[in-house]
């Protein structure tokens, strides 16, 4: 009976201490967007760089995909809640209609957080995936003296993209000029509202951002609606009007 109350007594003293929580490292829990909308949910973290305020810290940005499905301000929503929160946001979209979605939110993200005085610049870049060629948006916080209002650009050329238009042939003369521009030359690019011209002038700012880079320039750009149609600025990175 006295080694059964010794056995007993040391089952007893392993219990408690398997149930003793111990000192171990627990990474922080990534932050989580609510996603209105039919919006496909945030995809793996981008290896951009982000800047997002202390309230959501994050070293990792989301990556919103547009998808048939996406509505333009669920999706313009999602976008502006991490732009408030001084957070860098990344939107994916594969095919024509996903890039004028995409595009048509970014816009009106931009009069969401206006009245918060909170302005921001976006990187275009290609994207190849499974599912086809595509395009990725990054919207970057821009500094407070930073205004971006279309109606009060003076551009140093503006192009208009139409139905004849080629992504090679508008890219080219994209990167012609910003070779020889003055570094803070504003760039214009007219698009109508056309998911086909949207995809085409949207791809000739990513192709005409990869034939500069031999020549250390990047660019940036800010959208806005315009008549029926969306009004791209193109500017330098080390535009001082950035």
């Keep these: 009976q006295q080694m059964l109350q010794q056995q007993m007594a040391v089952l007893q ?19 989580v967007i609510s996603i209105p909308g039919n919006m496909t ?21 989301d990556i919103l995909k547009v998808s048939g499905t996406t509505k333009v ?34 816009c009106v993200a931009k009069g969401f957080i206006k009245e918060t005085d909170k302005y921001f610049l976006i990187k275009v870049e290609s994207l190849r995936s499974p599912d086809g060629p595509g395009i990725r948006l990054i919207a970057l916080k821009a500094k407070k003296s930073f205004k971006p209002l279309c109606e009060d650009i003076q551009y140093s050329s503006l192009r208009r993209v139409n139905k004849a ?22 760039l214009g690019l007219d ?3 056309s998911p086909e011209l949207l995809n085409t002038g949207l791809k000739s700012i990513a192709l005409a951002r990869l034939m500069v880079e031999n020549d ?3 660019i940036f750009i800010t959208m806005s609606t315009a008549g029926e149609g969306i009004q791209v600025a193109i500017y330098r990175q080390n535009s001082q009007k950035i």
């Design 191 to 193: 698009i109508p509202m």
């Design 73 to 106: 301000n669920g999706l313009a929503g999602a976008i502006a809640k991490r732009l408030r929160l001084e957070c860098d946001v990344v939107v994916e979209a594969m095919g024509p209609e996903s890039v004028a979605t995409a595009v048509q939110a970014l």
């Design 13 to 31: 003293a392993a219990a408690v201490q398997s149930m003793t929580p111990t000192m171990t490292h627990i990474p922080a829990a990534q932050p």
């Design 165 to 186: 238009s080629k992504v090679p042939a508008v890219a080219g003369s994209l990167a012609k000029t910003l070779r020889s521009a003055d570094k803070d030359d504003i």
């Design 41 to 61: 949910p945030p995809g793996p973290p981008s290896t951009v760089g982000s800047s997002c305020g202390s309230s959501m810290a994050s070293s990792q940005n």
């Design 216 to 218: 250390g320039i990047d």
